[in-house]
């Protein structure tokens, strides 16, 4: 029986790689860069020889070895084929069986960085002990992963989770990064919420710490914390759109628990305040239980989540 399992998640700067055993404990993690030149071609091989070499390191032979789960920026589907993923250059690829083959056939899991994330979450982070739970990242967009019966909803092709592309405005003259207009992403990611607050101070002319100082999610977060009514009007805008957000999804894959994570998280629990009326005001009488929690994981719930993929 294999004792160790390698989790592996492509970011468009550096790629993530953890040793872990089976029971998913952390042994090693470190960093390779990713080189996206070429289309992306050293990818793949970069992760192969640093899987290797970390094997020879360790003296583990390849018998010993679960397998390798990947997490990566685009839409995988369940048969491990990316369908693009454009900061890596890279089009439609069979992400097993191109890694698996630079491996000599050792098996390899793939999914949506995002998605994997959550999976990781649910086994050893914010979501440990539910089976069913929706992880939400608010970093620079908005990210989610889907978890249901302990497994990720990828769709058809991989697109399950993009949470961050609900409509949820019908009067936004501002594109989203996707190309449509009054995306939840545009409101609720640190970007969204800067977007907001800037809206906010030329729209009005009172008195606020953020006037004048240079404005971002952490920013305004600092001071809705100190009593800025100016900031508690602005968080308030983003726990409306973020709330009613997440009551659509409640309703359609009843989570046990949502777990929240990304740069905004790091505000804390404070967000639940404003996010958690809009919710509870909208959602679904059946899932008004929902629970909220912080991901505990920062970034290193990605390798957590590949090596999961593997043992499952």
């Excluded at 929706?134 to 909803?153: C, H, N, S």
């Excluded at 449509?180 to 809206?199: D, F, P, Q, V």
């Excluded at 920013?219 to 308030?236: R, S």
Aim: charged share 20%; hydrophobic share 40%; net charge negative.
């Amino acid at each position: 029986m294999a004792n160790y399992v390698f989790g592996v998640d492509i970011g468009g700067t550096t790629v993530k790689l953890g040793l872990f055993d089976v029971g998913g404990n952390v042994l090693d993690k470190w960093e390779i860069p990713t080189r996206t030149e070429n289309g992306g071609a050293n990818i793949l091989p970069d992760i192969a020889g640093s899987v290797r070499d970390k094997m020879k390191e360790k003296g583990i032979a390849a018998a010993d070895v679960a397998g390798v789960g990947v997490g990566a920026p685009g839409p995988v589907d369940g048969n491990g084929i990316i369908h693009k993923a454009v900061n890596l250059g890279w089009g439609e690829m069979n992400l097993k069986k191109e890694l698996g083959a630079l491996l000599n056939g050792m098996r390899v899991e793939g999914g949506n960085d995002a998605n994997v994330a959550a999976l990781g979450e649910m086994w050893k982070g914010g979501g440990q002990g539910y089976r069913n739970l929706v992880a939400v990242t608010l970093g620079t967009g908005v990210g989610g992963g889907i978890i249901i019966d302990g497994k990720i909803l990828t769709g058809a092709t991989g697109s399950g989770g993009e949470i961050g592309h609900i409509h949820v405005e019908d009067h936004e003259s501002e594109a989203c990064g996707c190309g449509n207009y009054g995306c939840l992403e545009e409101y609720a990611s640190a970007t969204g919420i800067t977007r907001l607050a800037n809206r906010r101070l030329q729209a009005s002319g009172e008195d606020s710490v953020l006037r004048g100082a240079e404005v971002s999610a952490k920013t305004v977060f600092d001071a809705v914390k100190a009593g800025d009514k100016l900031a508690v009007e602005v968080a308030g805008q983003f726990g409306e759109y973020l709330g009613k957000g997440l009551a659509v999804i409640a309703g359609v894959v009843n989570p046990e628990i949502f777990v929240i994570g990304g740069g905004v998280s790091k505000a804390g629990e404070i967000l639940f305040e404003y996010i958690r009326p809009a919710f509870d005001r909208t959602v679904f009488h059946g899932c008004k239980n929902t629970k909220f929690a912080l991901a505990t994981l920062g970034n290193d719930a990605g390798i957590y989540g590949a090596a999961r993929m593997v043992l499952d």
